[in-house]
């Protein structure tokens, strides 16, 4: 959604043709995220002509202010839903920031890793609006990602197994 | 507004920017050395928005305010006291993750 599509695409601006074809995952209910992906991927292909990216919607995992109760049936079937993208696709790298949409789609790729299916790396970078406290998906996936990233010393204090680089956005 | 792709040229013409706490309507505005009051929404369960528009105020960078204290803080505001705003590295982003997968 908005502001977490604005601040990932601001984390994929520095990256190398390396990692490359993207694979974006979108909450079906999402409407503004698409135009600003197409937009920077348009760029991107300005200087690396070779570069490729896909684009994929899932079932939202949760709205704002939905019940505990309900949020972890929508979210149970969101994993159902990744799963079957997620293994189509194998990543080698997952990043995500933060939005309920990264959840199930991390979730899915750390039960291929278990089942032995694909071994993704799964890095998290919280919000740069997280400064004291980390967001729900970022209290579920501290414990599931190879990589935490926080962008304010507070949460490096709290989180201790997360990496602080500074401000990155 | 709501649907318009960007606000780059709205904000690059404005002397001033009323603001509610998002982080890309922060960010946008501070990297174009605006000067920014932030809004925030009282009523928004959690209010995380407040975190980034309280550290932001710490460093100086912006006024905050909710909606029923907008009018009395537009009224004794002093702009020239905000500090600017050094943007984020992505760069040390890339750097990271080069390593993470040996491509440096």
């Given at each position: 959604t908005g502001g977490h599509t604005t601040e990932i695409l601001r984390l994929l601006?520095?990256?190398?043709?390396?990692?490359?074809?993207r694979h974006y995952v979108l909450a079906d209910?999402?409407?503004?995220?698409e135009a600003k992906i197409r937009s920077f991927e348009q760029k991107r292909a300005e200087t690396f002509s070779e570069s490729q990216f896909s684009l994929d919607r899932i079932p939202r995992s949760r709205e704002v202010r939905q019940s505990w109760v309900s949020s972890v049936l929508t979210t149970l079937y969101s994993i159902l839903y990744s799963l079957p993208l997620t293994y189509k696709r194998k990543p080698d790298l997952i990043l995500c920031n933060?939005?309920?949409?990264c959840v199930p789609v991390c979730l899915s790729a750390f039960l291929l890793g278990l089942l032995r299916i694909k071994r993704t790396i799964i890095v998290y970078v919280e919000s740069i609006c997280r400064v004291e406290t980390l967001s729900l998906s970022g209290k579920i996936l501290y414990y599931f990602s190879d990589y935490f990233i926080v962008q304010w010393p507070d949460l490096k204090k709290k989180y201790p197994k997360s990496v602080y680089l500074g401000r990155l956005v | 507004f709501r649907f318009k792709d960007s606000l780059a040229e709205d904000l690059q013409s404005a002397a001033l920017v009323i603001s509610h706490a998002g982080a890309g309507s922060c960010l946008e505005t501070l990297e174009k050395g605006k000067p920014l009051i932030v809004v925030i929404?009282?009523?928004?369960?959690?209010?995380?928005?407040?975190e980034l528009a309280k550290q932001l105020h710490r460093d100086g960078c912006v006024l905050y305010c909710n909606c029923s204290t907008l009018v009395e803080t537009l009224q004794s505001?002093?702009?020239?006291?905000l500090k600017p705003f050094p943007p984020g590295q992505p760069e040390k982003f890339a750097s990271f993750l080069d390593k993470v997968f040996g491509l440096q």
């Open positions: 601006s520095c990256l190398s043709e390396s990692y490359s074809p209910s999402d409407k503004m995220s933060g939005p309920g949409t | 929404n009282d009523k928004l369960m959690d209010n995380h928005q407040l505001m002093d702009l020239s006291a």
